[in-house]
Structures are given as C-alpha cells and as structure tokens.
C-alpha cells in the first residue's frame, strides 16, 4: 500500500485531491494520509475557483492529517512519496528537499522556474535514487496519444503543419496570487502556454529555432499573451498560442489542428476529429478516461512495481521544454526575432 503527502491545496492540488480519492475507492493499494499546505485556512476545506472543471464532490476532510510544514509531515507520517502542487518557483527546492529526505517525488508542472533549476531536480534524483516525475498531463490525454499514434505509424504521411491554441480567463484566484507574478510563476508563458510547449517537444521534438511575440497585460505578470512559432529543419509549419486574458464567458478551450500529407486531426471545444484525405470524417473511438488521473495512476504504479515512470516523461525532455520556453521568452524580449535552439 502506497502512503502518499499532498503538499499544497490550491486549484490544482484539489484536481490531484479528487483523483486520489478516486483511486482509494476504487481499491487501488494507495492511501492520501496528509495534506500540507501554509494556508491554514485550506486545511477546513477552503475551496479555490480555476479555469477547470474538476467536477469536485464534497470532501470529509477529517480523514487526513493537516501540516503546514513539508518537513514536519515527513517526520510524522510514513510517505513512499509526496505529490507537489505548488508555485512553480518552488518546484526545485521542495522537491530537491523531498527527495533528499527519502521520498519519491510526483511534481506538477511545469518542472521548475529554468531549466538550471531542473538540472538541480535531476542531479537531486540520481544522487538521493529517488524517483521523480513532472506532471506534463497532455502526454496521457487520449486525445493527444491519438495524435502521437498518428505521427509515429505515419499513417497520413508526415506532419506538414501544426497549430495549438490554449487560453481562458485570468487566473486571479491563486494564493497571494503568484500566477501573475512573473518571478514566481513565469507568467503565461511558462505556466499556461508550456502544456504546448511541452506536446510540441513531445510530438515533434527540440526545435531548431523560436521566434515569439508577446504582450503584458499585467503589471509584473510576464507576458499574459504569447504566439510562437517552431522552426524545423523539416520545414513543417507549427505555432502555439496562448491567451489568459479571455474574460467573461469564454470559459476555457484548448485545441490543436495537426495536418498531414493526407489527412487532418482537430481537437477542438473537446471533440476529436479525424479527417482522413480519403473518406469521411470520423470521431475516432478513444478512451474518455481524464489525463490527471492517468498520470497520477502511471506514477503509483511505477513505484509500486519499482519501475522507472520516466518512460512516458523523461526527465531530460521535461527539463528541455523548459529549455525551449527559455528561448521563446528571450525571442519575445527581443520583439519575436529568431533563436536557434
């Protein structure tokens, strides 16, 4: 039986909360024993709004033990790994602090604030023997493993262009609101935009260049408006936006549009679309499972059959979406030119 710590109860942290629970009552050998978090107030069970729907049922927050302190939960709780949701520019330390205290380490993305930190994260792992994972989710999305098939039998040909759209309302509703604080959190670019960096990287590869254009809406917030393009020395046309200033009743979307030499695949208001050059367009029949669970199930059962879960996510490529984000930032600090990767 797995014992697991959850560590930060924020909008995310009550995503990863409802997958637990989940997994328990489904008899799955892992039990939620604590919740850390700073904010005392979340230990009663405070909610926090986000940009989705995590269908959240009420919660008898009674059955687990409540700490403000990482360190102090370790201590008192028998953990085989802790679960980090927290601010991004946190990610490196705490989970470096985890691992060297003994425990496995499951961490949200994106891996840290840059990719020196995240260097930091895979030494830590190698040196403690502790194994750690990034929660790139989109890589277990059905959806998107669709797409991957597709890319990899090429069974349209090859990929000649791609374009990914991600946006929504303002995240307004994090702790001390560290969201639009560029220092803590890399502003949209790298907390909201980077799931399609990360896809991007994932499906096609490194890049050979970037070239970004982006806008600040928000005092001290980074760009809260991105559009970059990927150059490939195949020639393939790809683009990624991103925009977290869709107020109002947009709610959120995220899409892709994937064309290959003989057929199309969209993603769009949720639906999955296969349009093959020949034929009629089809809904292909996927697994409608959510990828939050998936991943979180993926990692649990890496350490309960002692494999490594860096199959799927690979440290190396998690720390080389961050690289790429990186190059996309200075590209917008210089007015979209280009840089090689």
Same mark, same amino acid.
């Given at each position: ?10 909008f995310?942290?009550? !995503? ?6 989940r997994l ?7 039990q939620l024993?604590?919740?850390?978090d700073v ?5 009663n069970g405070a909610?926090v709004?986000g ?7 009420q919660i008898?927050?009674?059955?687990f033990?409540?700490y403000?302190? +990482?360190?102090e +939960?370790v201590?008192k ?7 980090l949701?927290? /601010?991004t ?5 705490v ?5 060297s ?9 994106? +891996?840290?604030?840059?990719?020196? $930190?995240?260097?930091e ?6 040196k403690?023997?502790?194994q750690?994972m ?7 999305f ?5 797409v ?7 069974r349209y040909?090859?990929?000649?262009? $791609? ?10 509703w994090s702790?001390?609101n ?14 909201q ?6 896809? #991007?990287?994932?499906l096609?590869?490194? /890049?050979?260049?970037?070239s ?12 809260? &408006?991105v ?12 683009? $990624?936006?991103?925009?977290w ?5 947009f709610?959120?979307?995220m ?15 949720? #639906?999955?679309?296969?349009? /093959?050059?020949?034929? !009629? ?5 996927i ?8 991943? &979180? ?7 309960l059959?002692?494999t490594s879960?860096n ?5 190396e490529?998690?720390r080389?979406t961050?690289? &790429?984000?990186e190059?996309e930032q200075?590209? $917008?600090?210089?007015?979209g ?5």
């Amino acid at each position: 039986m797995l014992k697991v710590g959850l560590v930060g109860l924020g909008f995310m942290g009550h !995503a990863h909360l409802q997958n637990y629970i989940r997994l328990m009552d489904e008899g799955f050998p892992i039990q939620l024993v604590a919740i850390c978090d700073v904010d005392k107030t979340k230990h009663n069970g405070a909610q926090v709004e986000g940009n989705l729907d995590i269908q959240e049922k009420q919660i008898d927050f009674s059955k687990f033990q409540f700490y403000s302190s +990482m360190e102090e +939960m370790v201590e008192k709780e028998k953990l085989d790994y802790v679960d980090l949701c927290l /601010p991004t520019y946190l990610h490196a330390p705490v989970a470096i602090l985890a691992m060297s205290l003994g425990l496995h380490v499951f961490c949200e993305k994106p +891996m840290a604030i840059s990719s020196k $930190a995240c260097d930091e994260m895979i030494q830590a792992s190698q040196k403690y023997g502790r194994q750690l994972m990034i929660g790139q989710t989109l890589r277990f999305f059905p959806s998107y493993q669709y797409v991957k098939e597709a890319i990899q039998s090429e069974r349209y040909g090859k990929v000649v262009s $791609a374009s990914f759209f991600r946006g929504g309302a303002t995240p307004k509703w994090s702790f001390e609101n560290w969201l639009l604080q560029k220092d803590k959190s890399g502003g949209c670019l790298l907390d909201q935009h980077i799931h399609d960096v990360d896809t #991007i990287n994932w499906l096609f590869g490194k /890049p050979a260049a970037v070239s970004t254009t982006g806008k600040v809406i928000f005092d001290g917030s980074g760009y809260d &408006i991105v559009s970059s393009n990927y150059h490939y020395e195949d020639g393939k046309v790809v683009n $990624a936006q991103d925009d977290w200033t869709i107020n109002g009743d947009f709610g959120f979307e995220m899409s892709y549009r994937i064309n290959f030499e003989s057929g199309t695949i969209i993603l769009e208001k949720g #639906i999955l679309t296969d349009y /093959p050059e020949e034929g !009629a367009k089809f809904q292909p029949d996927i697994n409608q499972e959510d990828g939050y669970y998936l991943e &979180i199930k993926y990692f649990a059962e890496a350490i309960l059959n002692q494999t490594s879960p860096n199959l799927t996510v690979p440290l190396e490529s998690t720390r080389e979406t961050i690289f &790429i984000a990186e190059h996309e930032q200075a590209s $917008a600090d210089l007015n979209g030119e280009k840089i090689p990767l």
